[in-house]
Structures are given as structure tokens and as C-alpha cells.
């Protein structure tokens, strides 16, 4: 049964309206459906980005962004500028744009898989490669190459197989996915001797393959571990996200609407997050995109980036099992100061960049009004809403007391049924391929160099600042 994903995906062949972007008013419209090939888009439009970046090098290169400060080279490099990343960008007021665009301006601009209804996740592909909003033909395109592309060798479910069933999720999908790097089209062209000039061929290449095959591989680890191996076919027939959620084991057209919404909002975060830069990182000594999307999962695993929403639910259900379902404001407050006083954070509260509630968490919020409005958790977090971020505010320690993203999406998926808390990472790891990838593609498109910043010591720092006092 295993093999069986194996065996279906090698029968696949391979088959108007303007709105202006800041500062690149010719990159964004909403595209006609004469074009259906997104290689051919991007073909395109390289070229005209390559000499945007030489004349903003050439003209503002020694320009300044801001100064250094000691806090920042102690603080884990917070507010420096100092990534190139084309796909999206984070306002610490506003939230995630993506190319420009809000999470609600891409509920209603993109199309769906039914009127009303979620975001394609094919079709903020299609955006974050392009800056342009797909038709409906283009996103089924790209839907139909992406599962032409879905094929898993056997020997990536032997990787897989050959670790515990016991083995964190994250552990099992990031083997998959490094088991997937042995048919790199990069690195066999990179060994063939291919120009700089064409890099981005087949890191495009490697990028689609990866994004079509992360489903599978994901789906593969939780069968596994949580359904005794039973794996079930992918359906050609769905979407990216429907035909996720579908091969999970979960068939609710409202369980598919969530993976594309899931899916959407999860891509992209601009380029400083651990699993983003780390992704980037790594890219830049030129490894192809499986090694780099394999450090970027790496990081996304860490308590303190991705496994966090697998915190909050974990979190949630300790309330409910000493409180109770029916918990009133005040022992919730009660129960929030007992966390805090313990040495502990509350999670699903706070982010590194943002300063207002998380319109990733507003979107999820407005999801469970829709679907779920008497779930008791989601009425639990609605509670934890109103009472955690007036508390993290009188603490005086917290920049940002607000909701993020992972306050909400391990209820709903939990609401679902999709309850083991400890494969939420690999939900996220799956949703982020699409953003890393798509940055990748456009850092070989644009020639970014490696990444080196400099280092120094707490000596360096400290005769550097004695200096600076004395002068």
C-alpha cells in the first residue's frame, strides 16, 4: 500500500482588470487566459527585473537603510534591514502583503475552487512568481502540471520507512524530502557545467517538483504514523489543497476550503523568519532547492517558529482538562497569570515583526464564525482574545500582546478532525514550500550573491563602544 502513491503518480503525463503595485505599477494586473504556461511568464519578465536590480544597485548602492545598534547584533539581528525578498513583505501594522496584496485582497481577487469560496493556493503561486493575479484557466494549468509533477521515487517512502514510526513528524517530511534531492535538476546541471545566466531553469524546475511532491511525502508521514500505514491515492481530480486534504484521509468539502485557505495564508512571511532565511541561506552557496527547502523545514520545526501551533492546541486542551470546557473570563486570567508566573509564554501570542493582530489569525477567526461557531475551543479562543493581551500589556514586557497566526489554526484543524497536535508542523512545512520556492526562483533569476554578514565578538563590541564614547 505504501508504494501504491508510487505506482499511480508514474501513470501521469506530463501535460483585464489593472491594480497598481507600489513602486512597479507594470507588474501587477489581473491576466487574460491567453497565456496559460508559467515558465513562459516568467521567461518574460526576468529580464526586465534583472536591469531594475542593476540600476537600483548602480544608482542607490551606497544609499543607507538605517544604522546598527548593539541591541540589534544582541537581539537576534530584530529590525535590521538587510534581505532581498521579492515575494512578499510584512508591515508591522498591517500584516503579510503578497506582492502587494492583502489576505482579504487575495480572498477576493484569486480565484477559487467555487464561487465564494478560499483562495487556489496554485493561483498565490502563480502571484508570487509572477506579481500578477491568474485567471481561473491559468490556475487549472497550473494545477494539472503541478500533479503531472507529483511522482515519488520508492526509495523517499524507504527513507521515510527506515526511521520509528515514533520519529517526530518533522523528522519523517524532512527526510522525504532530502531523499527527493538524489533527482535535482540543479544539481545536474550545475555538475554539466550550465551558465549563471540559466540558473533559474532548472531551479524552477527542481521548485515545481518540489512544491507538487511535498503533499504527497506529507501525507505519506501522517498515514503512517497516525492510521497505521493505510495511504490513501492522491484524486486527480482536486486542487492542490482539496487533493491534500484528501490524501490526509479528510473529505469534507469544508476541510478541503480550510487546507486552501491553510494553505494560502501559510506560504510566505517576508524573507526574515527562521524557515524563510534559512531557506535563503543555504540557497545562496547555490544548493539546489530540496537542501535548502530541507533547512528551511529544519528551522520551522524549532519551538520558537513553526511548532508553535502545535503549542497552542496542546496549550488549549490543558485548560480545558483543569478548567473545563465552560471556563469562566476569570479563571482563564486566573489560568493565563499561572503560565506566566511559571516561567512560561502563552502561546499563540506576540510575533517578532508585527505590532496589531495577525490578519492571518483574523482570516482563520472569520472561518470559524462561518463553520464553527459553537465549537467550544474556538469560543475558548475568542475568550483568550479578549483576556491575554490586556494581561501580556500590564506585564510591560511584550511589544506585541496580540493573537498570530497559530492562535487559530490548530482549533480548526482539531474541529476537523485533524487533532494529532505534533504533525501541525508538517501543515506548515507543506503551505511554506510555495513562498521559499518561489523567492528561490527569483534569487538565481536575479544573480543574489552568498550570504555572508559579519561576525564579531563580545570584546569586539565592547572596545568598539568604549571607543564611540570616548570620541
Known amino acids: 500500500m505504501f508504494r501504491s ?17 507600489k513602486n512597479s505599477v507594470r507588474w501587477f494586473q489581473i491576466q487574460s487566459s491567453s497565456d496559460l504556461d508559467l515558465h513562459s511568464q516568467l521567461k518574460e519578465l526576468i529580464p526586465e527585473q534583472q536591469e531594475r536590480l542593476k540600476k537600483l544597485k548602480a544608482e542607490h548602492g551606497k544609499t543607507q537603510l538605517g544604522n546598527i545598534t548593539v541591541d540589534m547584533v544582541l537581539g537576534g539581528m530584530r529590525g535590521m534591514t538587510g534581505l532581498l525578498w521579492e515575494t512578499s513583505l510584512l508591515d508591522p501594522d498591517e500584516g503579510i502583503r503578497f506582492r502587494d496584496l492583502t ?4 480572498q477576493k481577487l484569486l480565484p477559487a475552487a467555487k464561487p465564494g469560496g478560499e483562495p487556489l493556493p496554485e493561483g498565490l503561486l502563480w502571484l508570487l ?19 503531472s509533477r507529483a511522482s515519488i521515487p ?38 554539466k557545467g550550465i551558465h549563471k545566466s540559466k540558473y533559474w531553469e532548472p531551479t524552477y524546475e527542481d521548485s515545481l517538483n518540489l512544491i507538487a511532491r511535498v503533499p504527497i511525502v506529507a501525507a505519506y508521514v501522517y498515514r503512517r504514523i497516525y492510521k497505521d500505514g493505510k495511504i490513501i491515492p492522491p484524486d486527480e481530480s482536486l486542487d492542490y489543497g482539496g487533493n491534500f486534504s484528501h490524501m490526509l484521509g479528510f473529505d469534507s468539502p469544508t476541510m478541503q476550503e480550510l487546507m486552501r485557505l491553510y494553505v494560502t495564508i501559510h506560504s510566505d512571511h517576508e524573507g526574515g523568519n527562521v524557515s524563510a532565511h534559512a531557506g535563503h541561506l543555504v540557497a545562496s552557496a547555490l544548493s539546489d532547492p530540496y537542501l535548502s527547502f530541507a533547512a528551511a523545514l529544519n528551522g520551522l520545526a524549532g519551538p520558537l517558529h513553526g511548532l508553535a501551533n502545535q503549542e497552542v492546541l496542546l496549550w488549549i486542551k490543558s485548560v480545558v482538562d483543569e478548567c473545563g470546557e465552560n471556563i469562566t473570563t476569570e479563571q482563564l486570567k486566573e489560568y493565563v497569570w499561572k503560565t506566566l508566573k511559571g516561567g512560561k509564554v502563552v502561546p499563540g501570542f506576540g510575533h517578532g515583526v508585527l505590532r496589531k493582530t495577525d490578519p492571518r489569525y483574523t482570516c482563520q477567526r472569520e472561518f470559524a464564525l462561518k463553520h464553527l461557531p459553537n465549537d467550544p475551543l474556538f469560543q475558548l479562543v475568542s475568550k ?24 487559530h489554526s490548530g482549533v480548526l484543524l482539531n474541529y476537523f478532525g485533524l487533532s494529532e497536535a505534533r504533525y501541525f ?3 506548515f512545512g507543506v503551505s511554506r514550500s510555495i513562498g521559499i520556492c518561489s523567492q528561490l526562483i527569483w534569487d538565481r533569476a536575479l544573480g543574489l550573491p552568498l550570504e555572508r554578514p559579519k561576525s564579531v565578538t563580545m570584546d569586539w563590541l565592547e572596545n568598539y563602544c568604549k571607543k564611540a564614547a570616548s570620541t
Open 5 to 21: 502513491v508510487n505506482l499511480l503518480c508514474k501513470l501521469r503525463s506530463r501535460i483585464g482588470e489593472q491594480t497598481s503595485l
Open 103 to 106: 489576505i482579504p485582497e487575495c
Open 129 to 147: 512568481l509572477t506579481g500578477k493575479v491568474p485567471s481561473k484557466d491559468q490556475v487549472d494549468a497550473l494545477s494539472k502540471e503541478l500533479q
Open 154 to 191: 520508492d526509495y523517499a517512502f524507504k527513507a521515510i520507512d527506515s526511521l520509528p514510526a515514533t520519529a517526530h513528524p518533522m523528522t519523517q517530511f524532512a527526510t522525504g524530502v532530502m531523499a527527493l534531492q538524489v533527482q535535482s535538476e540543479f544539481q545536474k546541471a550545475y555538475e
Open 384 to 407: 483568550l482574545y479578549e483576556v491575554v493581551p490586556p494581561i501580556l500589556t500590564e506585564l510591560g514586557k511584550v511589544k506585541n500582546p496580540w493573537p498570530n497566526v497559530d492562535a
Open 425 to 427: 508542523t508538517v501543515l
